[in-house]
């Protein structure tokens, strides 16, 4: 029988992971809890992670107990490697999701509460706004992270989603926020135009 431990709906198989120290176990579960990971992906992780640790010692003593410019980036490409080569890509998807989901929820108010006050908007429409700069925030974020080598495709698949998302509020709210970030009019918001998604 296996022991596990289940947070945000996601569970770190503590018995695959028994032989790895308290520390390691946490990072792995610092990840864990965005991303659901079997048994031997978690073990995978651990195991590179263990790899981190060590080179992460033996640079920070190279550098005489500072982390340079050099050694934050070397330690951030070991992590995003060690991600790509254990998660598949849907789970790799899922889990900058939720690294970055905080960070695109905050801009997303942030954009919807300055043009609700600028152009005295209703509170759908502020909700549509929100909804739809969060998403935008979110999913470039994450385009931009696993398309980082082909940086052209990111921003031209970031352009679609910012162009689909902007036509779903000029779709329900009857509002068009233009690239510049000016609001206009198009029709008089209708609540039957609502639709069940």
Not at 17 to 24: A, G, H, M, N
Not at 185 to 194: D, G, N
Request: a positive charge; charged letters at 30%; glycine letters at 4%.
């Amino acid at each position: 029988m296996s022991a596990t431990v289940s947070i945000y709906a996601q569970t770190l198989d503590t018995d695959a992971l028994k032989s790895f120290s308290p520390s390691t176990v946490r990072e792995v579960f610092e990840i864990c809890r965005y991303v659901k990971l079997t048994a031997p992906q978690q073990i995978k992780l651990a195991e590179a992670i263990d790899s981190e640790n060590e080179e992460f010692v033996s640079l920070i003593a190279a550098d005489n107990g500072v982390m340079s410019v050099k050694t934050r980036n070397r330690m951030r490409k070991l992590r995003d490697n060690a991600l790509a080569s254990i998660l598949d890509q849907e789970q790799l998807a899922q889990y900058y999701r939720g690294v970055y989901d905080a960070e695109a929820n905050a801009e997303g108010i942030s954009i919807a509460d300055r043009l609700q006050k600028k152009y005295d908007l209703t509170d759908q429409n502020w909700k549509f706004i929100r909804i739809a700069f969060y998403k935008i925030g979110l999913e470039s974020r994450v385009i931009r992270k696993l398309m980082a080598d082909t940086p052209k495709k990111a921003e031209a698949a970031i352009a679609r989603l910012r162009e689909e998302q902007l036509k779903t509020i000029e779709e329900k709210g009857g509002i068009r926020v233009n690239p510049d970030m000016t609001v206009v009019y198009i029709r008089e918001f209708k609540p039957e135009a609502l639709r069940k998604e």
